[in-house]
């Protein structure tokens, strides 16, 4: 983060210059432009190293993922739920509302200490939703679809290193410096 502001800092620098260097060359531009563009480069190194040894040392808990999903899956889906609650043939805007109701009652309860209040049985419940329990279970099957485009996004990010790394097998052998 205090990386990232002195890049800021650099960039307001620049801005200062442009437009207003009229006489190449000039001290007042060069000494800018000799101070911002090498440190620059050192902070967007820092940066790049900096988030190369998080993801060196990164290690996910498959067993918190899941329980955090399990968690918050229900309110993730609602958005799910109120297009299946509209194309079943309640209105949008009572869908919202109904859904909404539900929602917020469902983290009342969960804020309160009660872990076994289910918004997918409150929906399931609501005699104003026209969605069923088991209707719920097969629109939620797919937790991943929840996450929209993102899949698409990692796996063309992915093939995109792997074709840089295709051409330079050398740049996946880096070793970051020891920070001091």
């Not at 480069?41 to 988030?51: L, P, Y």
């Not at 899956?73 to 799910?80: D, E, I, R, S």
């Not at 026209?130 to 990010?157: H, K, M, N, Y």
């Amino acid at each position: 983060s205090g990386l990232h502001l002195i890049l800021k800092g650099h960039l307001t620098m620049a801005a200062g210059l442009a437009g207003t260097q009229w006489n190449e060359g000039d001290v007042s531009c060069s000494v800018v432009r000799r101070t911002m563009l090498p440190d620059a480069f050192f902070a967007a190194d820092g940066m790049v190293e900096t988030a190369i040894e998080v993801l060196t040392d990164f290690g996910p808990y498959e067993a918190m993922i899941d329980a955090e999903l399990a968690r918050n899956l229900p309110f993730l889906a609602t958005t799910k739920l109120l297009v299946a609650a509209v194309k079943a043939g309640l209105g949008r805007e009572e869908a919202h509302e109904r859904i909404k109701h539900q929602a917020v009652a469902a983290a009342r309860s969960r804020l309160s200490g009660n872990q076994d209040e289910s918004l997918f049985n409150m929906i399931a419940d609501d005699p104003l939703i026209p969605l069923t329990g088991p209707e719920i279970d097969v629109l939620i099957s797919e937790p991943l679809g929840f996450t929209g485009t993102a899949t698409a996004q990692v796996a063309a990010f992915v093939a995109r290193v792997e074709a840089l790394l295709a051409t330079n097998p050398d740049a996946a052998a880096y070793k970051p410096r020891p920070v001091l």
